[in-house]
C-alpha cells in the first residue's frame, strides 16, 4: 500500500525545493515548479510516471521517431507506455479511487500511448492551449489539463470549442476523453486518500 500523501509537500529539483503550504497557492512562479509537485502526488499512487515523456522515444510502431514528422512530449505521463504495435490493457481500474470521479463519466481513447498524459498550462495562446489539449487527448486512455486559475477559464473555453468540433464531425472524435481541472484541485484530491479497493481486488 503507498503511503498516505503528506499535509505539506517539498519537493527538490536539483539543489532547489519547491514548498506547497497548506493555503494551496492557485498559482506557481512557472509550470516547471507545479510539474514537480505534480509529478511528487502520481509517484505515491503509480509507479510508472514521466516528466517530459516523448511519444517517440524507445517507438517501433507507426510512431517512431523520425525527423520529418512533430512527436509531441507531454508534461507528465504515467504508464504502461504503449510503443509498439498492438495495444495494452488499459482501464479506470488502474486509477486509485481518488482520481476516478474524474473520469468515470468520459469516453476512453480506444488507441492510447499511456494511462494518463497531464499537460500543465500557466499561461499562453489559444493556440498553444488548443495543443495542450490535443496531446493530453490523443496520447492518453484519459488526458489531464491542470491549469493555473488564471487561465483556467480560457482553457475551459478552448476546451469547449475543441469538444464541439468534434460533436458535429468536423473533426474526429477528439477531446471526449478529457478533463479540465484547477491547480489547486489537483493538489486536493492527490492528497486525499484513496478508497479502499472492494474485497477481491
Not at 481500474?93 to 476512453?108: K, V
Not at 458535429?168 to 489537483?186: C, D, M, T, Y
Request: proline letters at 7%; hydrophobic letters at 40%; aromatic letters at 8%.
Amino acid at each position: 500500500m503507498k503511503p498516505e500523501v503528506p499535509v505539506a509537500i517539498k519537493v527538490v529539483c536539483g539543489s532547489e525545493g519547491v514548498d506547497v503550504p497548506d493555503d494551496l497557492p492557485p498559482s506557481f512562479s512557472n509550470a516547471a515548479s507545479f510539474q514537480a509537485v505534480a509529478k511528487s502526488l502520481l509517484d505515491e499512487h503509480f509507479t510508472e510516471v514521466t516528466s517530459e515523456w516523448q511519444s517517440a522515444r524507445g517507438a517501433t510502431d507507426a510512431f517512431r521517431s523520425d525527423v520529418r514528422r512533430y512527436a509531441p512530449r507531454v508534461d507528465l505521463a504515467v504508464g504502461p507506455y504503449s510503443t509498439s504495435s498492438g495495444r495494452l490493457p488499459m482501464s479506470l481500474e488502474m486509477f486509485p479511487g481518488t482520481m476516478r470521479h474524474w473520469f468515470e463519466d468520459l469516453r476512453t481513447n480506444e488507441n492510447p500511448r499511456c494511462l494518463l498524459a497531464v499537460e500543465i498550462v500557466n499561461s499562453g495562446s489559444a493556440k498553444h492551449m488548443l495543443g495542450d489539449l490535443l496531446n493530453a487527448s490523443a496520447l492518453g486512455l484519459y488526458g489531464l489539463v491542470v491549469c493555473n486559475e488564471a487561465v483556467l477559464a480560457k482553457v475551459h473555453r478552448n476546451w469547449e470549442y475543441a469538444r464541439q468540433l468534434a460533436n458535429v464531425g468536423k473533426i474526429p472524435a477528439l477531446f471526449q476523453n478529457l478533463r479540465v481541472i484547477s491547480f489547486v484541485e489537483f493538489i486536493r484530491t492527490m492528497r486525499r486518500p484513496s478508497d479502499p479497493e472492494p474485497a477481491g481486488h
